[in-house]
């Protein structure tokens, strides 16, 4: 996953499910803007996605990443696309408009924390009534309209 | 960050901003020329991680802080980050291509 997810469920309180549920790997440069970073410029959430590394968040060293990405993409996203390819990784957990865009021209298999939510709902990792709060949680975070996409696909699992 | 010097010409009334700027934080006129650029920069990084033409990493990079902090400053301006309905339904078709078929 890239950093605007990391962000995004954590704050949410969605990062322990999720990794709990599938195996999540982030790359050393995402560990790197959001945590190392995040912690010299005394962010709160840093601390808190310190402690899920080995405990269920793993860390991967990405090698160079492919050369058609464009420069659009910072370090984090360029080394998610690499670490992904590296690892043979099923999917990439984003909600970047920019770099959903670039995995769509790329035909890479993605999907945002939204339809991550929705989809662990599905699969019975998360019961329906906790999934609609943690969707609410994620409603400052996120597009109305994404927000109402998943509400609706929650709404269709009852 | 690494600095490099710029031969700019500026018109005077900008000059007079930063003058003032100068004066009441009690800094040099080039230190508070780098601010009021600094703060351009960012609202305009902001404007185009809003609009999708860059990533939060790029954000971060071009700024030189971490990505929570760019979520802080488009929070603090009420930008909105990430994806709309149209990524949703986008990124539902990428996924149903990996689900295996009944």
Redesign the interface.
């Known amino acids: 996953m890239d950093s605007d997810a990391l962000i995004k469920l954590t704050k949410a309180g969605l990062l322990p499910i999720i990794t709990h549920a599938w195996q999540c790997l982030i790359p050393d440069e995402v560990y790197e803007e959001v945590v190392v970073r995040g912690k010299r410029e005394a962010h709160p959430d840093a601390e808190a996605i310190e402690r899920f590394i080995s405990r269920g968040l793993e860390r991967g060293h990405a090698r160079a990443a492919p050369r058609r990405l464009p420069p659009t993409l910072g370090p984090g996203e360029r080394s998610v696309v690499a670490l992904f390819v590296q690892e043979k990784a099923d999917l990439i957990l984003t909600d970047d408009r920019a770099f959903l865009a670039v995995l769509r021209r790329l035909e890479l298999p993605h999907l945002t924390p939204a339809l991550a939510l929705v989809t662990l709902a599905e699969q019975g990792a998360v019961p329906l009534d906790q999934a609609r709060d943690y969707l609410d949680r994620l409603k400052p975070l996120i597009r109305s309209s994404a927000y109402e996409a998943a509400r609706a696909d929650l709404q269709k699992l009852i | 960050m690494p600095t490099s010097p710029v031969p700019l010409r500026l018109p005077k009334n900008l000059l007079q901003v930063a003058e003032l700027r100068a004066r009441q934080q009690r800094i040099d006129r080039a230190a508070a020329i780098r601010q009021l650029l600094y703060a351009a920069a960012t609202d305009y990084v902001l404007e185009l991680?809003s609009?999708?033409?860059?990533?939060?990493?790029?954000?971060?990079?071009l700024l030189d802080?971490?990505?929570?902090?760019i979520?802080?400053l488009a929070q603090e301006r009420g930008l909105?980050?990430?994806?709309?309905?149209?990524?949703?339904?986008?990124?539902?078709a990428?996924?149903k291509?990996?689900k295996p078929k009944k």
């Open positions: 991680l609009e999708g033409r860059i990533s939060l990493s790029k954000a971060a990079e802080c971490s990505a929570l902090e979520h802080r909105p980050l990430g994806s709309d309905a149209e990524d949703y339904q986008q990124a539902q990428s996924l291509k990996l």
